[in-house]
């Protein structure tokens, strides 16, 4: 699918549903993006914001590699343009686990790298957030989650979705690996823009019934109906680029986001002060039965 240049058109496209009903009661989500406060990414606040609005997006859960510094960020610059009625920002972060990356949402403090993926996943539903996992099988990034504990995760339910499309994997089929593995778990699937600059903004989003909590997307992520189109192989370049940029920056003295909060902590500080596992009562799936 091709990007729309507005809200308006974005809003048209999604009229043309099986139903031919407009999407009244939806809203538009893209569940991984990165800014400046990942290091290889330039994106601005006020860029991404501008971007995001005018391309039709309504609620946005920003991903920076190991830290959720800038996804307050982002929040803090939309409550200051007094653009909350139009963007929502949910906090998230693409954690540098041992066994590759995973994605929290809705989350309220940083988790440390270091940790192992399902000590991660544990953290992530402690805080009461959701976890994601990103481009699953693209060999081609060193960073996605081994299968072992990929299939550990899912075996114990402890994944709430999974990427079946990531714009940025280069080939299709290692997508659909990813939708088959969603598939043979019972794991709903999303897409994801997966971006680090603003041409890649809304390549991917996914249209849901309007949520507020980490509960209710929970509860209607079943229902996601997701839209979008692979970048370029080389869009790797631009990322390639703007590590040596911020790299560069930070030589010359130029003040980066970058800079002070890559990895917040070191793995053997985690081995040292380990994050503790929550209880069975403090996961998300307990919520309801709690009420």
């Given amino acids: 699918m091709t990007i729309a240049a507005s809200a308006t058109e974005l809003r048209d496209q999604l009229k043309l549903e099986r139903t031919g009903k407009p999407p009244t009661s939806k809203v538009f989500v893209d569940f991984h993006i990165h800014t400046r406060f990942s290091r290889d990414s330039i994106l601005t606040e006020e860029r991404f914001i501008e971007t995001a609005i005018e391309r039709g997006l309504t609620h946005v859960c920003v991903t920076n590699h190991n830290n959720i510094e800038g996804a307050i960020a982002v929040r803090d610059k939309v409550a200051g343009l007094g653009l909350e009625d139009k963007l929502t920002v949910i906090l998230g972060e693409e954690v540098s686990t041992a066994d590759g990356e995973v994605v929290g949402i809705f989350l309220t403090r940083t988790i440390p790298r270091g940790l192992s993926a399902n000590e991660t996943a544990d953290e992530i539903h402690r805080q009461g957030g959701l976890v994601s996992i990103p ?68 390549m991917a989003f996914n249209a849901l019934p309007a949520f507020e909590t980490a509960y209710e997307l929970k509860a209607l992520l079943p229902h996601n109906e997701w839209h979008a189109s692979r970048s370029s192989v080389f869009i790797h370049a631009t990322t390639r680029w703007a590590v040596w940029k911020n790299a560069f920056d930070g030589w010359r003295g130029k003040n980066t986001a970058t800079g002070p909060i890559l990895g917040p902590e070191k793995p053997e500080q985690v081995r040292r002060e380990p994050v503790q596992r929550p209880t069975a009562a403090e996961l998300p799936a307990k919520e309801k039965d709690q009420e």
């Fill in 135 to 202: 481009h699953p099988f693209d060999p081609f990034r060193g960073s996605h989650i081994r299968e072992g504990p990929l299939r550990n995760l899912a075996e114990t339910g402890k994944i709430d979705m999974i990427e079946v499309f990531n714009c940025r994997v280069s080939l299709q089929r290692h997508n659909v690996e990813a939708a088959e593995f969603a598939h043979r778990y019972g794991i709903p699937g999303i897409a994801a823009s997966d971006s680090h600059a603003s041409f890649e903004v809304a």
